[in-house]
């Protein structure tokens, strides 16, 4: 037997010799001459695959297979899927699978599966099928392999199939198995395949191990079942960082931003390790939380720990800083971006956009245009259009919606751009406009367009059309409260009394009930959450009796209660207290008496802000020469100098 060195002295001859001009040759094929030529009496050194392998020369490596023919062995077999496996080389890998056919050698269930593996790497999932279809015999990884390679594609419903057939023909899954099967159980009708899953899992006795817990919580927290997943995370023996996130992740994409928060504080406690994809959770929840302090602090963490810049974290700070009104910190961790996906782009996009700010959002887009790195896509268009909406550009909106129309980016047009129009129509006041605009649409109106208008109308004082709408938003969600609020302040402004006490009477009789307002504000990293007429804050009485005497200092300044606000009927004093315990107004006055004189007040609410308490900001504004940044649900109100840059429409 030759040496490695041997081999590869006479290996490179003859790849010499294949690599000459094929006018030197007196024939074509480089197979055929292989057996012309003089070989060794002795095979060639097993070891030499491998260091051709770990060299990178694969050309090199299947020409000595093919000179070896017959005589490859398993060892050479392996090392050669391995190197084809790793560099996802498909066509090197198919070489190898035809000469296992060709030269009859029968390849255990190890080789069998690495070629699945290989397949799948290679994104040929259909060959990966057929190769575990053609199996005698199966073992748990070859399983395995198919499985997690259908549910890391998305391809559910098969990977759910395909562990059925598993289990039927009596192979045990391993934590490996539960652990990719789990991902797949999605939807309503996965989640409840899931749940056997679980049953089974406990039945094996894997439930703590780690993969497949942190999978079984994340398949909790996807399907909503936010308590079934803290449970399992309790239950873990160890956790590890994927867990953690996972549950933190959870927290944050149903909204529970304070529990994720707390639950994140209390695993750092625990000396939890922390990656991107656990800080881009965290500013998930920060996001909605608008806690800007914890979001700058999280940041600056990320950077003493030279945390790598992911895209992935870097769109989500720009989200942060664009949620919690800090556009100048998201628009520096936008420039400063090597690469920027769509979703960088959108992301500032919709940060301007919700701030009101138009002419940024065009220019942005049109920047966007000129680099032409990333395409627009629809979310761009819908950041653009809102944009134009909330910046009162509703010409331009109209001229970017009909190149649209042509198909200028390839972009199409879905139902959510023309409800963009709609909203745009009706925040200029062309309500009629809006009305036709709906009627000619290629798709039939969501509830969603229909409440836009119906927001028009109220905003507007249509009464004849905010009635119809009404009524039309009444069949399809007959369970909204918002829509019966809405149409309840439409006949209030008319002084339709009787329509609203019918309709009250509609809401009792159905038990329906509205979100709970909720406002809160940031001081020194504390959230400070006040709801309406709360009496349950630390300083509530010194915030009930300030608000009081701001009432009557803004009504000498001009303040008129906007009564209207007030659904229910009762004289109008009862009004004007019900509307001094709004939770806008309760955590603006604790803004006032808890921070210094110049300081800005930055509030948080969940729901739409009403009328009166806009006009009370503007008030706190004008009287103290505050700056008053709000968030509710829509958009974003900075306010300075009693003037909003909403322009008192929202």
């Given at each position: ?321 664009s949620k919690c009104g800090s556009l100048v910190y998201a628009r520096r961790v936008f420039d400063n971006m090597a690469e920027r996906t769509a979703i960088s782009w959108n992301a500032m996009l919709v940060g301007y956009s919700k701030h009101g700010m138009g002419n940024e959002v065009l220019e942005l887009f049109k920047l966007m245009r000129e680099e032409n790195k990333v395409k627009p896509n629809s979310v761009t268009y819908l950041a653009v259009l809102s944009g134009c909406s909330h910046g009162g550009m509703e010409d331009r909106g109209l001229e970017i919606f009909d190149e649209m129309l042509y198909c200028k980016d390839g972009v199409e047009l879905e139902i959510e751009h023309y409800g963009c129009i709609v909203d745009l129509l009706g925040r200029a006041g062309r309500v009629e406009e809006a ?216």
């Open positions: 037997m030759l040496t490695p060195v041997q081999d590869m002295k006479w290996l490179q001859n003859i790849n010499c010799i294949f690599h000459c001009p094929k006018k030197l040759l007196p024939f074509t094929n480089p197979f055929t001459f292989t057996r012309q030529l003089t070989l060794p009496s002795f095979p060639p050194n097993p070891e030499t695959l491998k260091v051709l392998c770990s060299n990178g020369q694969l050309t090199e490596a299947l020409l000595l297979m093919a000179i070896i023919g017959f005589g490859m062995k398993f060892e050479g077999y392996d090392t050669l899927l391995n190197a084809c496996v790793t560099r996802k080389a498909i066509r090197e890998g198919q070489r190898v699978h035809a000469h296992l056919i060709k030269t009859g050698y029968h390849p255990p269930v190890y080789l069998r599966t690495r070629l699945i593996v290989f397949y799948n790497k290679c994104e040929c999932l259909k060959d990966a099928r057929q190769m575990l279809d053609e199996m005698c015999e199966r073992n748990v990884v070859s399983w395995t392999a198919m499985i997690s390679a259908y549910s890391q594609r998305g391809y559910c419903s098969e990977a759910l199939s395909l562990f059925v057939q598993m289990l039927r023909s009596d192979t045990q899954p391993n934590d490996f198995t539960f652990a990719s099967v789990l991902t797949s159980c999605t939807g309503a009708s996965g989640f409840g395949l899931g749940s056997q899953i679980h049953s089974l899992i406990i039945k094996s006795k894997f439930e703590s191990h780690i993969y497949v817990g942190s999978s079984l919580l994340d398949m909790y927290a996807k399907a909503g079942k936010i308590h079934e997943a803290r449970r399992v995370f309790e239950c873990l023996p160890e956790r590890d960082v994927v867990s953690c996130t996972a549950i933190i992740s959870g927290f944050a994409q149903l909204g529970l931003d304070e529990e994720a928060l707390k639950l994140f504080r209390k695993l750092q406690v625990e000396g939890m390790s922390s990656n991107y994809v656990t800080y881009a959770s965290l500013l998930t929840a920060l996001s909605g939380l608008a806690a800007l302090d914890h979001g700058k602090q999280v940041h600056s963490h990320v950077l003493r720990c030279k945390v790598p810049s992911y895209v992935v974290l870097q769109n989500s700070l720009i989200d942060m800083y009305f036709k605009f709906i009627k000619k649409m290629p798709f039939e109106p969501t509830a969603a367009i229909w409440g836009s208008l119906l927001g028009a109308c109220r905003v507007h004082s249509n009464v004849d059309i905010g009635e119809f709408v009404g009524q039309r938003l009444l069949e399809i969600e007959p369970d909204n409260a918002g829509n019966y609020v809405i149409l309840c302040n439409i006949y209030a402004s008319a002084g339709r009394w009787e329509d609203v006490k019918i309709l009250r009477e509609l809401m009792n009789q159905k038990a329906m009930t509205k979100e709970p307002g909720r406002s809160w504000i940031e001081l020194d990293q504390t959230l400070h959450t006040f709801h309406a007429s709360d009496r349950s804050h630390p300083r509530r009485e010194e915030v009930f009796t300030k608000v009081r005497e701001l009432s009557v200092k803004f009504k000498e300044a001009g303040y008129v209660p906007e009564l209207s606000c007030v659904l229910h009927d009762v004289d109008e004093e009862q009004k004007e207290k019900i509307l001094l315990g709004h939770s806008e107004k309760l955590a603006m006055t604790f803004g006032l008496i808890a921070t210094p004189e110049g300081t800005s007040i930055r509030i948080m609410k969940n729901l739409r802000i009403c009328i009166d308490c806009h006009n009370f900001a503007k008030f706190v504004s004008k009287v103290y020469g505050r700056k008053v940044s709000l968030r509710d649900k829509n958009r974003f109100h900075h306010i300075v100098g009693g003037t909003c840059s909403c322009g008192d429409y929202w």
